[in-house]
């Protein structure tokens, strides 16, 4: 069974699909919807996270990295429309990572702490 924001798109364009999962998403993520000249490529940004989501013809690609600290760090998720992605799951997923960034920003001053002791 699709999810509802997919069935409702499955008779549309590919990339009609692709912006109605990404605007999804960031609704989610509680973000503005990306301007809607950017079709083909979307991005968005948090306070902590930069992504930019692509079109696929068969899905979508998301960048997500940190772009603070002395190495940036990214990842790359592939999705496919076939294995009928979850919005849900792909903005735990990034809130996840956002997690991970506010994590290593306090390990410098952890890090003092036990050093001290």
């Not at 912006?19 to 998403?25: C, L, Y």
């Not at 509680?30 to 068969?58: F, I």
């Not at 903005?91 to 960034?101: C, V």
């Amino acid at each position: 069974m699709l999810p509802p924001w997919l069935q409702s798109q499955l008779a549309g364009e590919p990339f009609t699909r692709f912006v109605a999962f990404t605007d999804e998403v960031a609704r989610l993520l509680e973000l503005p919807p990306a301007p809607p000249s950017e079709v083909y490529q979307r991005p968005y940004q948090t306070a902590r996270v930069r992504m930019v989501w692509r079109y696929k013809d068969d899905g979508a690609s998301l960048f997500i990295e940190r772009p603070s600290g002395e190495l940036r760090d990214g990842v790359w998720v592939r999705l496919h429309w076939h294995e009928s992605p979850n919005p849900e799951t792909v903005a735990a997923m990034i809130r996840a990572y956002e997690r991970g960034a506010r994590r290593e920003r306090r390990r410098p001053w952890l890090a003092r702490l036990i050093r001290r002791r």
